[in-house]
């Protein structure tokens, strides 16, 4: 027993379930800027003139949402709103097929004069055409650049408030799935009523209610209720929170810490001969590592994970995973990787809990995956005698 794994989470769903992910809203997507309408941040000089440079944008602004540089500025249906990060050049001519009005896509699909094609070709209702142009000795290229998006009113927030089982009725969780509520990532537990002998009453097993609210509310704040991604804080840690052997899992949160959102759990003490939690005996556990303790995992692949149907375990504990642009060639990088698994992590015969973890599965040869919730259930091998 003590070299069994006690780990469990959900593996591929049938489609009869259902959609069995969320996508986080495009905080950062791809952008077709022209040349002229960029401008550095820190330029003291504003000059806004073409060089044929388009990666000395690193960090910029497009002045088109500012009304200025209209002739060039006027021929793309969409500029970047907010700030321009590590432009590059893309091509002298393009055809761009935009997306329907209120799609949080700018584009579906993109060709270049030289060969390249970026996205999925089907009809489009609305096309657009650019071509580079000479300002006076320099062409005036077409930049491809990461934007920052300033909408607030994406799916981009993660709950910061504890979730906890109802103690007091001897309840622990046995079970955890993510749901996005109004643009919200909340953790959902699965409760039961604590037996002796590290059991548990299947028939007391139920989902808790998710306690929601809006950010509008008047005793909501950013960074104590709920956490807001970013182009700067965008970094999740993959990584197990393990219990001591006499806790069992009453509590789970997310929290931002060190540059990093993760998990964070609660440990109740208990009597396991009775089955009685020590409602004043609990603390709260995560990790203390920061991103420069842990390896990065390198998202190799960014098709959508919705492509692909196997997706085996993929990280290890002790990594982290930064949110990124999808894939150029397949999507156009207008989806935000990896997607969210959330579907339920439950066990058939539920069971206690002595840790719970996050994880990113993948298929190996294409898919960005989804960051996935897991469970550890509790270590009953101190308490296994052998009778000879």
């Not at 300002?135 to 300033?150: A, S």
Request: hydrophobic share 30%; aromatic share 12%; proline share 5%.
């Amino acid at each position: 027993m003590s070299k069994a794994s006690r780990e469990f989470w959900r593996c591929n769903s049938s489609p009869r379930e259902g959609v069995t992910f969320e996508k986080v809203g495009p905080f950062i997507y791809k952008s077709f800027e022209p040349e002229r309408g960029l401008k550095k941040i820190g330029d003291p000089q504003g000059h806004h003139w073409c060089v044929g440079d388009c990666p000395r944008f690193s960090n910029a602004l497009s002045l088109c949402p500012r009304g200025q540089f209209a002739e060039d500025c006027n021929k793309f249906a969409h500029n970047c709103p907010g700030y321009l990060k590590f432009c590059e050049s893309f091509d002298s001519t393009i055809r761009i097929c935009n997306s329907p009005g209120g799609s949080q896509r700018k584009y579906e699909y993109v060709e270049g004069y030289n060969g390249k094609f970026l996205g999925k070709k089907g009809s489009c209702a609305r096309v657009t055409n650019y071509a580079s142009h000479l300002y006076g000795f320099h062409e005036c290229q077409i930049c491809l650049c990461t934007c920052e998006n300033p909408d607030k009113n994406l799916d981009i927030y993660v709950n910061l408030r504890e979730v906890v089982s109802d103690v007091y009725q001897n309840k622990v969780i046995v079970g955890i799935r993510l749901k996005k509520i109004d643009g919200i990532f909340y953790l959902q537990i699965q409760e039961a009523v604590l037996l002796p002998s590290g059991t548990v009453d299947p028939k007391t097993k139920s989902w808790a209610r998710i306690n929601t609210y809006k950010r509008t509310d008047g005793n909501v704040r950013e960074g104590v209720d709920y956490f807001r991604l970013s182009w700067d804080h965008s970094s999740v840690e993959l990584d197990d929170i393990v219990l001591n052997g006499d806790s069992v899992v009453t509590g789970v949160k997310f929290t931002f810490a060190q540059g990093l959102l993760r998990l964070e759990v609660r440990g109740h003490r208990f009597d396991y001969k009775q089955g009685k939690l020590k409602i004043p005996n609990y603390s709260w556990h995560r990790n203390i590592k920061s991103t420069s303790n842990l390896s990065q995992l390198g998202l190799t692949y960014l098709d959508l994970p919705s492509d692909h149907s196997n997706n085996p375990i993929h990280s290890y504990p002790g990594q982290y995973v930064t949110l990124r642009t999808s894939s150029l060639e397949h999507d156009v990088g207008q989806s935000i990787i990896p997607f969210v698994d959330i579907d339920p992590v439950e066990l058939r015969q539920p069971a206690p809990l002595s840790g719970i973890g996050l994880f990113h599965k993948s298929y190996k040869n294409g898919a960005a995956g989804y960051l996935t919730l897991k469970i550890l259930n509790y270590d009953y091998e101190p308490y296994v005698k052998i009778v000879v």
